[in-house]
């Protein structure tokens, strides 16, 4: 209340006017909202002498009516065995918000424990895509690569993240390259068809952080594709957290075979990007593109994702 602030203002020191009230609120999207209509931004610019520049608010009090008012809903499995912690996939949670918010739909999140492989197939159905996301070791992989199989087979929208890129790699080297037992080494040292290894010339650094490549790394986007056509970029960059990577021994079969590369390091030896050209949707990516994700500016992958599952 008015004097409520005049008091503060006498005990602290400071002008009524900078006497901030921060009002609950039910979103942290909501805070730049609350804080503008306090006058945080002219009060800070006269208070540092420097020049306010226009922030576009009302652009983002759409967004923000866009998701609490949304006219459709959709449903995205999220396979993954951090399940029962929603907060292990928050930036990825976040992404998928960001992307409702500009294509006016709610986006609701199903997640499906993958340690159990005989129930992947039917908790997917009337899912409206499927994401997987990153992880580490062999607990729920199976069930992972039964999640893309769906995915591949029945036209669902899907989006490989990291180790979701790798599982789909897997499943399309056993299902479609006839690659019998083909798996990661992460998982199996010993499989006849190791599509997913670390590099040898990885094997042997020893700096900070060893094998792990961690970080944004660039990558070249070939033209056509639909990775292309997301980021409208001949090259982008993308925060890596992984060891492992597609072998180049597999490249040719699993190209000859249908799987296009859509985006590679620049000196053309990892792969970054992966897409089926006839699916509706199927993309994997070796980054994770959540994390530059915002909601003035979704995440290109995601954003196409969505789009893709609101296509009925």
Request: with cysteine; glycine share 8%; net charge positive.
């Amino acid at each position: 209340t008015p004097k409520i602030k005049k008091k503060i203002s006498i005990f602290c020191d400071v002008e009524e006017e900078a006497v901030i009230t921060g009002l609950d609120v039910d979103s942290v999207y909501k805070i730049p909202i609350v804080f503008d209509d306090e006058g945080v931004g002219r009060i800070v610019s006269k208070i540092l002498d420097v020049k306010r520049r226009n922030g576009n608010v009302a652009e983002w009090k759409k967004l923000i009516e866009n998701w609490e008012n949304a006219k459709r809903t959709i449903t995205i499995a999220m396979c993954g065995k951090y399940t029962d912690l929603e907060d292990s996939y928050a930036s990825i949670n976040e992404a998928l918000m960001h992307c409702g918010a500009h294509l006016n739909a709610k986006v609701k999140i199903k997640f499906i424990e993958t340690t159990h492989t005989d129930k992947v197939a039917s908790q997917l159905e009337g899912v409206d895509g499927v994401i997987v996301p990153g992880g580490f070791g062999g607990r729920g992989i199976e069930g992972k690569i039964e999640a893309v199989k769906v995915c591949r087979e029945k036209n669902v929208p899907f989006l490989g993240l990291c180790y979701g890129l790798q599982m789909a790699v897997i499943e399309f080297a056993r299902n479609v390259c006839g690659l019998e037992g083909a798996n990661t080494t992460e998982v199996d040292n010993k499989t006849k068809h190791p599509v997913i290894a670390i590099l040898e010339e990885q094997k042997d650094i020893t700096t900070k952080g060893a094998t792990m490549r961690l970080g944004a790394y660039p990558a070249k986007i070939e033209k056509g594709t639909k990775v292309h056509a997301l980021y409208k970029s001949d090259n982008v960059s993308e925060r890596h957290r992984h060891r492992y990577e597609v072998n180049p021994k597999y490249h040719k079969i699993l190209s000859d075979k249908g799987l296009v590369f859509s985006g590679m390091s620049p000196d053309r030896k990892l792969v970054e990007f992966i897409e089926l050209p006839d699916h509706k949707y199927f993309i994997g990516t070796q980054a994770h593109p959540e994390l530059k994700s915002s909601l003035p500016k979704p995440a290109p992958l995601f954003y196409g994702f969505i789009k893709a599952c609101l296509e009925k």
